[in-house]
């Protein structure tokens, strides 16, 4: 049973254009919201997270935003330039006893910015 | 670099043999979680430390995956008996007690023949 869904696993962009990758959840515990990305042969870097009692949250060019009562999430980048060309991940927490904040992945979206 | 630091980078192993991974992570970093990715899928859960103390184990860690961080620093998973499906690459990241944001080390990279 997947709680965090990305449901397109690719996406294809021209630079200088805006890159939308989106992401579902199922589990309403969830209050914090992660966005990670990813190169080949790397690990995960963050990138921009947002709170549950937030809806928005700005980073440069990249925003995330949140709809809780869709249970979905965003995350824009404007403008799209090539190195932005990696894996992204969506990343999930709900809180825990012992304020583990075990992040629950979805399976990412491979963005490609074409020059 | 201050960085969390996985070792080795790559390990090929034969089914049956045991293999173990190192993770050192940042220095003042409290926790530290071990997550397992194969390719097509995001990276999951295995098993979180605070200090020394190993608090949550994931049902994906079968007995044959040991995890331990005797000091609270650096952190070793050992896998025994491999198998195929053990190959994947197995990501170590740290965070502060108070942050939900996990920095990630660069991975090691299992490949069972």
């Known amino acids: 049973d997947q709680q965090v869904k990305q449901n397109s696993p690719s996406l294809s962009v021209q630079e200088g254009r805006i890159s939308i990758l989106n992401c579902d959840y199922t589990?309403?515990?969830?209050?914090?919201f992660l966005w990670y990305k990813k190169y080949p042969a790397e690990g995960p870097t963050f990138l921009i997270s947002?709170?549950?009692?937030?809806d928005k949250n700005e980073d440069g060019r990249f925003t995330v935003f949140l709809n809780k009562s869709a249970k979905h999430l965003s995350l824009h980048i404007v403008p799209s330039q090539p190195g932005d060309s990696a894996v992204y991940f969506c990343?999930?927490?709900?809180?825990?006893?012992?304020?583990?904040?075990?992040?629950?992945f979805g399976s990412g979206t491979r963005l490609l910015v074409r020059p | 670099d201050t960085g969390v630091s996985q070792d080795p980078r790559h390990k090929i192993t034969k089914r049956g043999q045991n293999v173990t991974f190192r993770c050192d992570p940042i220095?003042?970093?409290?926790?530290l979680y071990w997550y397992r990715q194969t390719l097509g899928q995001g990276p999951e859960f295995l098993t979180y430390?605070?200090?020394?103390?190993?608090?949550?184990k994931s049902r994906l860690l079968s007995d044959r995956f040991s995890a331990e961080r005797p000091k609270g620093s650096f952190s070793t998973l050992e896998i025994q008996r491999t198998e195929q499906g053990d190959s994947a690459m197995y990501l170590c990241?740290?965070?502060?007690?108070?942050?939900?944001?996990?920095?990630f080390g660069s991975g090691t990279q299992l490949s069972v023949l």
């Open positions: 990241a740290s965070s502060l007690k108070s942050d939900e944001k996990l920095f």
């Open positions: 589990n309403s515990m969830f209050d914090y």
């Open positions: 947002i709170s549950s009692i937030k």
């Open positions: 990343a999930a927490s709900a809180p825990a006893m012992d304020s583990s904040y075990k992040l629950i």
């Open positions: 220095s003042e970093h409290n926790r």
């Open positions: 430390f605070q200090n020394e103390a190993q608090l949550e």
